[in-house]
């Protein structure tokens, strides 16, 4: 390696990320900065080809410290994706293809959605994961990439860093190395203000090799990336750095992570690296040769592609086109009792049966969740993932599973802790990421457990989300009907599931479908009625309505699966399952006030839920025939 040629491609990315900032008038100039000899050596060392960015066989990249995006959008310059100097001067404005952090489908090139701190180290994790079982189902001739992570001093302070490399550890993912930005600066000063734990000593704690470099240092970088690529443990590279490298007044300095550092700053750091101070986004030819992966990158793909035996070539197509319609969905008779956790069970067996890529695991609530594979194997060497008590490093490492180009990956915990991991269902939906989460004990049907683990205010949550899909569905029949539906979305779906017993109903609708998330499940004459609702309280609705006639009030019910689909459905459809001449009620044991846009009157729970046997919570909160026919009547003819 030249060392000259180095520093010129370390200081071009220096300036890039200034000028990029300082045009926008916003950004964060100190990490690329900081950064850049890090980024310009490990570049020599990543397998990508910017001609085919889904190359199941490429090095991942993630960038955790997602706010660095000045290096990010110009390594993908650099390296030959499709971010032009054009959109480099067009960083963080409006309908850019380089917005303030980095999107996935978004912009070429970028692997992931990250910007959370945190969140990244997951999915680094996550693809790790998914490239360790890869490598167990193809070979270790097929599948042999590497994953590298960057993350700072904030990513490990978030506590989900933690819990997913533990989790590394614990798998021995040898094919993961974190390279962490160690300057020791956060937004409010020094690190060591809030934060004085011995990094080398926790992650040794956990299994993983940790080495230790002058992040500046070109030729220790390069032996450590050498040393790290033949690790037989995930491997944390501590390099010690300064925060705006390169810069004059602002080196070093944690006014330098969140704002310009001024053109007059920037001319003079120009000037003291040998660089024209008045020329911006300016790449030298040889800069520009020396990170171009196009044709490296394409031969190395091809080279690749020409290995691969028609076996493996076979494998591959099928795990990267799964074919839904071999899946044998279980029956389940009429009028008989199944918790919609019972259902999923069966439903989980039977995709994961029929399509090699489908596998997944719960957050030690595997036996409560129904989510265990039978005779289906342990991970990574088989389809069972025991994620262990880690909800948010779960969904995150899921995530980017998902997104590895290979698998559907499934993650599960009880409904009321989907708290904990809010934050990786955002990035899923921002992302368009088709991770299923399987979330039970749905209600204040959980019983005895008491209001900590019953679920009051999630499904509004969750139905709030954009691109978010969440299927409640009221028996296990809704429940076949909803997966068929989830496994064609590109999108984040839940299954929101009982823990009781739902009587599963007669497969006889009036009109529309699970697939339009609302259908008119009873239609009567002359209804001068609609309730609508969904999992549990569907079976409520319809005995009430049969309790209802007696008092005049004539009822449609309308069972909602998924309140997002039926969002999405025309004014036509909605007024042929709710009939506009009807007064519209919605029942459900949830907050449910989002039920507002179509009821008149939401019966919902407006307190949390108490400790007891479920049949005597449904009675206390007013969730009975009685009750809710009283109510109705009540409100009805007023």
């Not at 599948?143 to 978030?158: R, S, T």
């Not at 001024?262 to 030819?285: H, L, S, T, Y």
């Not at 939906?429 to 749905?442: K, R, V």
């Not at 076949?480 to 929101?496: C, G, I, N």
Request: proline share 4%; aromatic share 10%.
């Amino acid at each position: 390696m030249s060392k000259q040629l180095l520093q010129k491609q370390a200081d071009t990315i220096r300036f890039l990320a200034a000028d990029m900032v300082q045009r926008a008038n916003s950004g964060h100039p100190g990490a690329p900065m900081g950064m850049a000899d890090i980024a310009t050596v490990l570049s020599k060392h990543l397998n990508i080809n910017p001609a085919d960015e889904k190359w199941i066989n490429r090095d991942r990249l993630v960038f955790s410290g997602g706010h660095a995006t000045g290096l990010v959008y110009s390594l993908l310059h650099l390296w030959g994706f499709d971010v032009s100097i054009n959109d480099l001067k067009n960083f963080r404005q409006l309908n850019s293809k380089t917005p303030g952090h980095p999107e996935y489908g978004h912009t070429h090139g970028i692997e992931i959605t990250t910007g959370p701190l945190g969140q990244g180290i997951a999915n680094a994790v996550g693809f790790a994961m998914a490239s360790k079982y890869a490598q167990n189902i193809l070979g270790k001739e097929v599948i042999n990439h590497k994953v590298y992570c960057l993350c700072g001093d904030g990513d490990l302070q978030e506590g989900i860093s933690y819990e997913a490399t533990s989790t590394a550890g614990h798998l021995k993912l040898e094919n993961l190395v974190i390279i962490y930005d160690s300057n020791n600066i956060t937004i409010e000063g020094e690190a060591t203000i809030a934060w004085s734990e011995n990094v080398k000593k926790r992650f040794q704690a956990i299994d993983f090799e940790v080495i230790e470099i002058d992040g500046h240092n070109f030729e220790q970088i390069d032996k450590a990336l050498i040393q790290a690529k033949s690790s037989t443990q995930p491997v944390l590279l501590i390099a010690k750095t300064v925060i705006a490298k390169g810069a004059i007044a602002m080196e070093g300095s944690h006014h330098s992570h969140g704002a310009p550092l001024g053109v007059d700053e920037i001319k003079q750091a120009k000037i003291k690296a040998g660089f024209n101070p008045e020329e911006e986004f300016f790449v030298p030819a040889d800069v520009k040769g020396a990170f171009d992966k196009l044709i490296v990158g394409s031969t190395a793909q091809n080279d690749w592609k020409e290995s691969l035996s028609k076996e493996s070539s076979k494998k591959l197509e099928e795990l990267m086109n799964p074919d839904f319609s071999k899946i044998e969905y279980p029956k389940f008779e009429a009028d008989t009792s199944v918790a919609t956790r019972d259902s999923n069970h069966k439903i989980l067996n039977a995709i994961a049966s029929a399509i090699p890529g489908f596998f997944g695991g719960s957050a030690d609530l595997g036996p409560s969740n129904k989510t265990e594979l039978k005779n289906m194997g342990d991970f990574p060497n088989g389809k069972n993932i025991h994620f262990g008590i880690k909800e948010h490093a779960m969904a995150a490492m899921s995530n980017a599973m998902n997104l590895y180009g290979l698998f559907r990956v499934f993650s599960a915990t009880f409904f009321v802790f989907s708290d904990y991991l809010k934050p990786s269902a955002r990035i899923a939906a921002l992302a368009g990421i088709p991770q299923h989460f399987i979330w039970t004990h749905d209600s204040i049907g959980v019983g005895e457990d008491g209001p900590t683990h019953q679920p009051i205010e999630h499904l509004s949550q969750f139905r709030a989300l954009p691109n978010f899909y969440t299927f409640r569905p009221a028996d296990a029949t809704e429940n076949v009907d909803s997966w068929k539906v989830a496994l064609q979305m590109k999108a984040p779906t839940a299954f929101v599931c009982s823990r009781q017993g739902l009587k599963v109903l007669k497969d006889e609708k009036a009109y529309g479908n699970v697939s339009n998330g609302g259908y008119l499940l009873k239609q009567r004459d002359n209804a001068n009625i609609t309730i609508m609702a969904s999992g549990s309280e569907v079976m409520l609705a319809l005995q009430t309505a049969c309790a209802l006639e007696k008092e005049g009030i004539i009822a449609n019910i309308v069972s909602v699966p998924c309140f997002d689909l039926l969002l999405e459905q025309s004014e036509d459809y909605i007024n042929k399952i709710i009939d506009p001449k009807t007064k519209v009620y919605a029942v459900e044991a949830s907050r449910g006030l989002e039920y507002y846009r179509f009821a008149h009157k939401v019966f919902g729970m407006d307190t949390f839920g108490a400790s007891g046997p479920a049949d005597k919570l449904f009675e206390e909160f007013g969730f009975t025939i009685d009750k809710l026919k009283a109510k109705i009547v009540a409100d009805f003819k007023k």
